[in-house]
């Protein structure tokens, strides 16, 4: 989760840096770095090139506090290869009512997250998900959500443009797609900080739930917490994966100051998928059916309407739904009809 932040300081990021001030940020990245991150080694290889970097002036263009810091953006996970890694500048705050009401408001101004729920035709459900916010807020709307979809007979859920959030939260939705009292551990993730492992189970108070099948789409920007649910869909063996492989950020961030505004986000933790009992640092998650993102929708559409086409018992049931698959199959829809039947 890492420290909450007020962006008051952002109106500094304009202000000039010395040389002077910049020596003294890296001097405290580098201490931070060594204290905190994951992996203790790439934080020394990472401190050694940014400190070569600067020796060999390599910062001598970052004059300002936001030209400095996005430098440093791109050097920390260029250096590391670890994608979580970023900078922003503000100031840190402990959390306190007026943070969490802030969150709060948030959380609802976006939809807890939801971009989009639809029943497609052929009675499949969708729900876009952007984000996993703080699961007390987003975990009623998770379980309408699910209400909603209930009668379907297949789900579609869109990780395609999610880049991340709370694991709680990634949990609490896990627990809809498990039988009332199948409570599953998904994940541990260890902190180096302070030498403790949490553990992330799902649910058992969720009272939705939900057995059908389920298709799990992702594209090269789907990260962190979008990869912790795709790949934990898939790893119990509970979901297919459709789409590309995911971006690869499986080290949850804290959040630090290391001077002048500059926030830096540090993987602070390493997550554990108890089936696999590894993770997808690195590596992303790997599609069970691979296609371009911007192909993945209609390819899981159509892999669903298939299924159900072959498994209808009905002649008129399955002519309706083979003219569905038509339809996705050729990236087409029924038009909407707005006249009264008798008119046509």
Not at 164 to 193: E, K, N, Q, T
Request: charged share 20%.
């Amino acid at each position: 989760m890492g420290t909450l932040v007020s962006f008051s300081a952002a109106a500094a990021e304009d202000t000039p840096l010395k040389a002077s001030d910049r020596a003294a940020v890296l001097q405290t990245l580098a201490a931070t770095m060594t204290a905190n991150y994951i992996d203790p080694a790439v934080a020394e290889r990472v401190g050694g090139a940014i400190a070569r970097k600067h020796a060999a002036g390599g910062y001598g263009a970052a004059a300002t506090v936001q030209a400095f810091s996005t430098a440093l953006a791109k050097d920390l996970r260029d250096f590391s290869g670890d994608l979580h890694f970023g900078t922003r500048l503000g100031e840190t705050r402990s959390p306190g009512s007026a943070v969490a009401n802030n969150a709060h408001d948030e959380a609802m101004r976006t939809g807890y997250g939801i971009e989009k729920i639809e029943r497609l035709p052929g009675n499949v459900g969708y729900i876009e998900l952007r984000g996993f916010g703080v699961s007390e807020f987003v975990g009623p709307a998770y379980t309408a959500a699910m209400s909603l979809l209930a009668g379907t007979d297949a789900l579609i859920l869109d990780l395609r443009r999610n880049g991340g959030g709370s694991p709680a939260s990634v949990a609490y939705l896990m627990s809809h797609f498990f039988p009332s009292g199948d409570v599953r551990h998904l994940i541990d993730i260890y902190d180096r900080p302070d030498n403790t492992t949490r553990q992330f189970w799902t649910s058992s108070t969720v009272t939705q739930r939900y057995d059908k099948p389920v298709y799990v789409l992702t594209s090269a920007r789907t990260f962190s917490g979008g990869e912790d649910c795709a790949y934990s869909f898939q790893a119990q063996k509970r979901g297919t994966v459709v789409g590309e492989t995911t971006g690869g950020g499986a080290n949850p961030v804290s959040l630090f100051g290391v001077g002048h505004g500059i926030l830096v986000a540090i993987p602070t933790a390493r997550t554990t998928n108890i089936v696999t009992k590894t993770n997808w640092e690195h590596v992303g998650v790997k599609p069970d059916i691979a296609v371009p993102a911007t192909q993945a929708l209609q390819t899981a559409h159509a892999t669903i309407l298939r299924k159900l086409v072959a498994a209808a018992k009905e002649d008129k049931e399955r002519t309706t739904l083979q003219r569905h698959l038509a339809l996705v199959e050729k990236g087409e829809a029924e038009k909407p009809i707005y006249i009264l039947r008798g008119e046509r």
